[in-house]
């Protein structure tokens, strides 16, 4: 891979700390634990990995509420441990990403601290969104919007004096204030944090919530307020995707660029991007603004042929056409892993929505540009969706007490050896639980029974990593889609590789005579069953 343009058509893993692996014996996955597990993914075959939060943070939102951008939570080790974990990814050739959240911090951070304790119009209270409220004595927020995880966008504070004050701006919880970048202090305190990060060696920011940072000025009431808890995503257009938002990205990326003529090594910036188009996305990864931006609409998509086509070539005409490479991802912290996701309540227990999983992630690695790998993805594992009530930690369920949409089930630490819970997550006594209880059947998702069954997911990914790094026509490139009978998507790549899938629940004939290369399942020469993807290499 070119050391200049690695990004390009890396895969990258996504590592969910606490949920990886735990050195320490507390239920809670840490830095140590990811440094552990380096030589696991070297194996597997991706290209770098993506750590989740892991800065000093009360853990309302599990680090995505961030108290201190500069240091290391005591949950998960220190910044020792850390300069330990980018050693020992340095030695093995692995890329390491860090979650950077911009749009919102902490109630704890010691700015917001000190908005609290200042009064109206101060500069402190200016780093971020505090309004009067509206009706008599401000009693009412001062809009209409609500939060993403429910409920009112806006908390009332108490002022210094003790009476009832002003309100402040939250799209998430209420720990979780957002940033007004509309202060000059906000950007330089985060031009801070950046090099801070980068001068310990990282490769780049995945940039949370990168569609935020900029609500409409006059904060007016909005036509639809519940339009972001109804959705679970960031749609009000008066606090998402302002204009003003790609002058920071375009500063970010000047940054990155800065450290890049130095050493000629590539940082990379690749935003958490929801918008309600490809060609709106594509503004995102312009040339002078961030490299990449996750496209979920690949995610989104319902089983289909032609829903999954619409959407590939819709990336490839709008994103790849600024110069960037499309980066594709089906799974990630905050959404329904794609087994139960692809899988119908008629038919549990068939694996049914494991073969079409299985399927999506052959499709996802032949596409051109970038994947991401989310944490258990490439053992198949499940969403855990019967987690007891008292155990859920998610701040929807605590806001709403509503678990549709709720984001724990994703999250169950990994399995990694044994019959039993904490199935080798925890070093500690064998009686030590996870901060997420692990259901019984994990076992027949963990590492060691993974790696060693070569009809495993694990083994599927594996072979489709190998083959990406060895075949020049896979990795960055174009793509052609071929003419196929309903219910099957096929294409090719560089006019010797095709791909194909068949959505469909019968056999369809095989767009290639001959044995594939790979297969997500059974595949005779000449047929290509149901809910199945596969490779072929053509003879020219």
Not at 291 to 314: N, R
Request: glycine share 10%; with cysteine; charged share 20%.
């Amino acid at each position: 891979m070119n050391r200049h343009r690695w990004w390009r058509d890396a895969v990258i893993y996504q590592v969910y700390v606490r949920s990886f692996l735990d050195s320490t014996g507390d239920g809670i996955g840490d830095l140590a634990g990811v440094r552990a597990g380096l030589p696991y993914l070297k194996k597997l075959g991706v290209d770098g990995i993506w750590l989740s939060p892991f800065y000093p943070s009360p853990q309302h939102d599990h680090g995505y509420d961030v108290a201190d951008y500069r240091d290391v939570d005591p949950l998960f080790g220190d910044l020792a441990e850390f300069d330990r974990l980018m050693s020992a990814a340095r030695r093995l050739g692995l890329r390491v990403l860090l979650d950077i959240v911009p749009n919102h911090c902490s109630s704890a951070h010691p700015w917001f601290r000190e908005a609290l304790a200042s009064p109206p119009g101060s500069a402190a209270r200016a780093r971020f969104h505090f309004a009067d409220g509206r009706g008599p004595g401000g009693e009412q927020p001062p809009n209409n919007w609500h939060s993403m995880f429910g409920g009112p966008a806006w908390t009332r504070v108490t002022e210094p004096d003790g009476r009832p004050g002003q309100w402040y701006l939250h799209m998430f919880a209420a720990e979780q204030p957002d940033w007004n970048w509309r202060a000059p202090e906000v950007h330089a305190e985060f031009d801070r944090i950046l090099r801070f990060w980068l001068d310990r060696g990282v490769d780049g920011f995945r940039i949370d919530v990168a569609a935020g940072l900029y609500k409409h000025p006059e904060l007016p009431d909005s036509d639809d307020p519940e339009a972001d808890a109804r959705t679970r995503d960031s749609v009000n257009p008066l606090a998402w995707n302002q204009p003003e938002v790609h002058g920071v990205w375009r500063h970010w990326r000047a940054v990155c660029e800065e450290y890049t003529a130095r050493d000629g090594h590539e940082r990379l910036l690749v935003g958490e991007v929801s918008v309600p188009t490809a060609r709106e996305h594509a503004h995102y990864v312009r040339p002078d603004e961030l490299h990449q931006a996750f496209f979920f609409d690949l995610l989104s998509a319902p089983w289909d042929a032609d829903a999954f086509a619409k959407v590939i070539s819709e990336a490839m005409q709008d994103i790849a056409g600024t110069g960037s490479t499309v980066t594709w991802v089906l799974n990630n912290h905050d959404q329904v892993r794609t087994v139960t996701r692809y899988g119908e309540p008629a038919t549990e227990g068939s694996g049914l929505g494991a073969a079409r999983a299985r399927a999506a992630a052959l499709l996802m690695l032949a596409l051109p540009g970038a994947s991401y790998v989310y944490q258990g993805e490439e053992l198949g594992l499940p969403e855990v969706v019967d987690l007891p009530d008292d155990v859920l930690t998610d701040p929807i369920y605590r806001r709403t007490g509503n678990r549709a949409r709720i984001r724990d089930g994703c999250r169950v630490p990994l399995p990694w050896s044994g019959q039993a819970s904490p199935f080798g997550f925890t070093s500690g006594a064998a009686d030590a639980k996870p901060w997420l209880p692990q259901p019984d059947y994990f076992a027949e998702y963990a590492t060691d029974r993974a790696l060693a069954d070569t009809r495993s997911f694990w083994h599927l990914y594996r072979d489709g990593l190998q083959l990406r790094r060895e075949l020049p026509q896979l990795g960055e490139g174009t793509l052609r889609m071929l003419d196929s009978p309903p219910g099957v998507l096929a294409f090719t790549r560089g006019g010797a590789l095709v791909c194909a899938v068949n959505f469909g629940a019968t056999p369809a004939p095989a767009p290639v005579p001959g044995t594939p290369l790979l297969s997500s399942g059974p595949c005779p020469p000449g047929v290509l069953p149901g809910s199945t993807a596969a490779w072929w290499i053509t003879e020219h």
